[in-house]
Nanobody, 119 residues
Framework: QVQLVESGGGLVQPGGSLRLSCEASGFTFSRYTMNWYRQGPGKERELVAGITSSGITNYAHAVKDRFAISRDNAKNTVYLQMNSLKPEDTAVYYC?????????????WGQGTQVTVSS
């Protein structure tokens, strides 16, 4: 069955760094756009970053120049490197896969990993 398993979350001080990983299984990872979303306390879920199958990336304005998304198709894994973390980055971070071939696309969500930025 399809699985997206996030890891790498935790507690970090402001200005620190974390690297999130999302390992996929059960579908053809290389044919999917992979995204990271987050949902902070009392907030709606929002797109943080995305990377297409061909490696084109996009970022939310709030994280541009601080976060970097990458993928390793050989490992079926997408990463989110988060630097210069701020308290407002505190959220549950979710991995989201969206197929690029069929319409409507197949989509899958991970279970989320908590990131807390606090001193």
């Amino acid at each position: 069955q399809v699985q997206l398993v996030e890891s790498g979350g935790g507690l970090v001080q402001p200005g620190g760094s974390l690297r999130l990983s999302c390992e996929a299984s059960g579908f053809t990872f290389s044919r999917y756009t992979m995204n990271w979303y987050r949902q902070g306390p009392g907030k709606e879920r929002e797109l943080v970053a995305g990377i297409t199958s061909s490696g084109i990336t996009n970022y939310a304005h709030a994280v541009k120049d601080r976060f970097a998304i990458s993928r390793d198709n050989a490992k079926n894994t997408v990463y989110l490197q988060m630097n210069s973390l701020k308290p407002e980055d505190t959220a549950v971070y979710y991995c989201f896969a969206k197929g690029e071939i069929y319409r409507p696309p197949y989509t899958y969500w991970g279970q989320g990993t908590q990131v807390t930025v606090s001193s």
